[in-house]
T-cell receptor, first 112, second 119 residues
Framework: QKEVEQNSGPLSVPEGAIASLNCTYS??????FFWYRQYSGKSPELIMS????GDKEDGRFTAQLNKASQYVSLLIRDSQPSDSATYLC????????????FGQGTELSVKP | GAVVSQHPSRVICKSGTSVKIECRSL??????MFWYRQFPKQSLMLMAT?????????EQGVEKDKFLINHASLTLSTLTVTSAHPEDSSFYIC???????????????FGPGTRLTVL
């Protein structure tokens, strides 16, 4: 059973702080990793993808991947109340036609 | 780019009726589309993978005769919930993968979702 694990939260951070979201996965063959943001009642929105070990930065977001530890994280700098949402970690299954397995999501609350 | 639309956004129907949901990729071609279901406070559960011109592949436990999927073109997939019952009430979301592949071969772009309520 391929699994993706996230802390469900809620994770509460003050405005302007760094929010750190973590995810572990079980399939060592996975090569693609994604972070989606989902506001309540809405569908997921892709915010970051990462394929190689190390860091990938995009604006206030940094994704970190460590394949040896089967760990991927998302850092949100200068957190804003508008970042309050559920963040879903998704892992691509190798050789399965692009299927993604989603974690249960971490609820982030940014307090003004 | 990478816009996916879904219609209808919300539907309320009586038990026993069938409901069709359309998923369209608006600015790219999608050989593969995916259908998910999401219950409140839960993560996305993949129901099936829809491939253009071939039969859909259903996940374990998903009734293929109840959830009919058709992927007639590179930009359109439909999900029909047949003989819907209250337990089918959920948020149904489709996603599409860019057929051309930009190196980000697993990226999925989601439609806005369809909220189904069966009375």
């Amino acid at each position: 059973q391929k699994e993706v694990e996230q802390n469900s939260g809620p994770l509460s951070v003050p405005e302007g702080a760094i929010a750190s979201l973590n995810c572990t996965y079980s399939d060592r063959g996975s090569q693609s990793f994604f972070w989606y943001r989902q506001y309540s009642g809405k569908s997921p929105e892709l915010i970051m993808s990462i394929y190689s070990n190390g860091d990938k930065e995009d604006g206030r977001f940094t994704a970190q991947l460590n394949k040896a530890s089967q760990y991927v994280s998302l850092l949100i700098r200068d957190s804003q109340p508008s970042d309050s949402a559920t963040y879903l970690c998704a892992v691509g299954l190798g050789n399965q036609g692009g299927k993604l397995i989603f974690g249960q999501g971490t609820e982030l609350s940014v307090k003004p | 780019g990478a816009v996916v639309s879904q219609h209808p956004s919300r539907v309320i129907c009586k038990s026993g009726t069938s409901v069709k949901i359309e998923c369209r990729s608006l600015d790219f071609q999608a050989t593969t589309m995916f259908w998910y279901r999401q219950f409140p406070k839960q993560s996305l559960m993949l129901m099936a993978t829809s491939n253009e011109g071939s039969k859909a592949t259903y996940e374990q436990g998903v009734e293929k005769d109840k959830f009919l999927i058709n992927h007639a073109s590179l930009t359109l997939s439909t999900l029909t919930v047949t003989s819907a019952h209250p337990e089918d009430s959920s948020f149904y979301i489709c996603s599409a993968r860019d057929a051309l592949g930009t190196g980000s071969y697993n990226e999925q772009f989601f439609g806005p979702g369809t909220r189904l309520t069966v009375l």
